[in-house]
C-alpha cells in the first residue's frame, strides 16, 4: 500500500526537484531540437537544464521547506540560464516568498502558494506571450488548487494535476501562431511539464536511485536532430547580465531596455536583477546597466550562429576560436566560425572582448586616463557548454587558440574538451595571436567549407602553424608597460629616446622584440624588408594588415606590402581590445602564412 503523502518539508521539497531536473536532463536534447520560440537558437534543453542543475546542486537543504525554498531561490538567481531559465528561475522566487511562513505545507497551502507565484514569474517580462512556459504553469496552478479541495494527498494530487499540464501543453499550438505553423508544443512548457513529470515519478517510486543525475556539463544526449525553425532571430546576441543597485526597479530597467531589443526578461528583486534581453547592441546594453549600477556577470551568445549550427551547417566539421583571431565578422559569417570571447577587466568592472567593449573604448581609455586593463582566459564552463552544443551539431570540432605562451585560454579549452566527451574535439594551440591566427583560422574554414575532412582540416592546420608570423609596430612601450609585459625601466627609456618598439611572436609562441628600436619610419621600412625577405625566400601564401585605431597608417603599410608582393592583402582590420591594451594605439602590422 503506497504511502500517503500529507506535507511538502524541505527535504522533500529539494529532492523532488532533483527528480524534475534528472528527467529534464533525459529530455535536454529534445528540447533543443523543438526550440522555436522566441528564436529558433536551439539551447532552450542547455538552458533550463542548467538552471535547474544549478539550483538543485546550490540549495542548502534544511527540514524546514521556507529556508530550503529560500536557499534555492538564491542558487537560481545565480545559476538561471536563457529566457525559460530565467522564467522559472522567477517562479522559484515567487515560491520562496509563498513559503516564507511556512516550515512545513499541506496541500491547500501548497496550491495557494503555486498560484501567488504565477504572477511574480510573469511581471519578469516585457510582454507575456500565450502559449509558452508561463500559460503552463499558470494553469497547472488553477489544476491544483481545484483538486487540493477535495484531495489533500500529494501522492495522487500532484498526478491528477499533471493531465492538466499536458493538456494545457498540448494546447500551445492553438495559442501562438508561430508553434502551429512550425507544428511543435513550446520548448520552454515542454521542459517545465518534463519536470513536473520526473516529481510525479519520485512521488511513485519514493527513492531517488532511480534517477540519473548527470552533470550539467555532459555532452547533450542524441546527435543531429535539429530546430525546425528556419528563419533567423531578429536581433543577433542573447544578452545577460547581473545588475546590483539600490534604487533599481523592474518596471525601470524593462523600460529602460526596450529600445535595444526584445525578449526582455528582468527576475529577482530587493536591488538585485538578472537581465535577459535579445539585442543587435550588447556593448550598449551593458554601457547602460553599468550607468545604473554594478554589474556583476555578463553572457552574450551568437543566436544567429548557433541557428546555423542546428539547421544549415556548411560542414560536418565545426571551428571554434577565441576573440583574439582578427578575422573580420564578415568572414566569421560566411565561413560560420563560433568564437569564445576572453574577458577585459578594469577597476572592478569586467567587459567580454569584441562583444561587451569594442577597440575604440579601450583606446580612449588608454589614451585619456590611467586606467589599467588585465585580461584572462574564458571560463571552463562556457567551453564545456560550447563543445557539449558543437558536439550536438557536427561530427566533429576543432578548436584553435591563440598561443598558450601568451594565454591560459588553450589550456582551459582543452581540458573542458576533455571533460565535454573529448572523442571528436581536437583543440590546437596556434603558437600565434591576432591577425595570425585569423589567418590559419581562415586556411581551416576555408577546407572546411571545399569538403575537407577533418583529418585533412587538422594537417592542414599542423603544416601551415611553423609558416606563421606576425611582426608589429608599436608606437610606445608605455602601454606594454602598464599591461606588466615589459619592464618599467625599458618604458622609460623608450619614452626618453622617442623610440618605436617591433614585437614579433616566436616559432614557440612567445612574443619577443624584432630587431632595433626606432623611428616610425624606420620601423616600417624594416618591417617591409623583413617581409620581402621572408617571401623572396618562401613564398606568400597569405597575409593581413593589423592596427589598433591607426586606419591610415594600415592603409599606408598595406599599400607598401601590395607592391612587395603584387597582391592586396586578404584583410585590413582593428585588432582586438585583448591584444590591443598591450600594443596601445597607433600600432600597425601584418600576419602571413609562407607557402609549405
Known sequence: MKMKIRCIDGERYRNAFLAGTAALERRREHLNSINVFPVPDGDTGDNMVFTCRSIAEGTRVSRSL??????????????????????????????????????????????ESLLSAVPFAEEALHRPVEGTILTVMREWSHAVRRISETETDFAVLLPLSL????????????????????????????????????????????????????STTAAPAGSHEHSHGDEMPPFRYCTEAVLHGERLSRPGLIGGLSRYGDSIVVGGGGGRFRVHVHTDRPAEVMDRLSGMGRVSFQKVDDMKRQVEARNSPLSTVGLLTDSCCDLPQELLDRYQVHTVPLTVSSGGWEYLDKLTLKPGEIYTALRETGRTFTTSQPAFGEFVKRYSFLKSCYDSVISLHLSSALSGTWSVSRKAADHAGGEGIHVLDSKNLSGALGLLVLKAAEAAAAGKSCPEILEILRSAIPRTRIFAGLNSLRYLVRGGRAGAMAGFVGTMLNLFPMITVDPEGKACGFGRPGSERSNRKKMLDEFKRLTDRHGLEKYSVLHADAPGTAEELAADLEE????????????????GINTGPGSAGFALILED
Not at 92 to 101: M, N, T, V
Not at 564 to 579: D, F, H, K, L, Q
Request: hydrophobic share 45%; proline share 5%; with cysteine.
Open 163 to 214: 493531465e492538466d499540464a499536458r493538456k494545457s501543453l498540448r494546447e500551445t499550438p492553438a495559442r501562438m501562431d508561430l508553434l502551429a505553423r512550425e507544428k511543435v508544443v513550446d520548448a520552454g512548457a515542454q521542459g517545465f511539464v518534463d519536470f513536473l513529470e520526473g516529481v510525479v515519478e519520485f512521488l511513485g517510486r519514493g527513492s531517488l536511485r532511480h534517477f540519473s543525475l548527470r
Open 66 to 111: 521556507a529556508e530550503t525554498a529560500s536557499s534555492m531561490a538564491e542558487a537560481a538567481f545565480s545559476g538561471a540560464r536563457g529566457n525559460s531559465g530565467i522564467i522559472f528561475c522567477q517562479y522559484i522566487h515567487g515560491l520562496a516568498r509563498a513559503f516564507g511562513p511556512y516550515p512545513r505545507v499541506d496541500a491547500p497551502a501548497f496550491a
Open 564 to 579: 612587395a608582393c603584387g597582391r592586396a592583402p586578404e584583410y585590413t582590420m582593428e585588432i582586438s581590445p585583448v591584444v
